[in-house]
Nanobody, 125 residues
């Protein structure tokens, strides 16, 4: 069982930066693939970024809309995954969720087993 708690959201002007954190419980955090998803008002939740667990060979993936601006990373000693968001745009406004799964990293939200409660990111123009 893994519990996830996001933090770091807030209000920022377009062009600014935020770093989201997702703190995980459990001593086996390092083996979980981690993902970030987001849901804007009136839209479906969408994939943002994913990375493999430290025990797996895999790749880091980004949605085309955030590639080059967002970076996913993890600190296994702190049981935390991060999403560094730079050059933010108003269309990045959404609730951001982190998710975890055993096995390889995935784009599909339905393949993740554990979810945080989300953190709101609002980008003003």
């Amino acid at each position: 069982q893994v519990q996830l708690v996001e933090s770091g959201g807030g209000l920022v002007q377009a062009g600014g930066s935020l770093r989201l954190s997702c703190a995980a419980s459990g001593r086996t955090f390092s083996r979980y693939a981690m993902g970030w998803f987001r849901q804007a008002t009136g839209k479906e939740r969408e994939f943002v970024a994913a990375m493999p667990g430290s025990w797996n060979r895999g790749n880091t993936y980004y949605a085309d809309s955030v590639k080059g601006r967002f970076t996913i990373s993890r600190d296994n000693a702190k049981n935390t995954v991060y999403l560094q968001m730079n050059s933010l745009k108003p269309e990045d406004t959404a609730i951001y969720y982190c998710a975890a799964r055993e096995g390889s990293e995935k784009f599909n939200q339905y393949e993740y087993d554990y979810w945080g409660q989300g953190t709101q990111v609002t980008v003003s123009s």
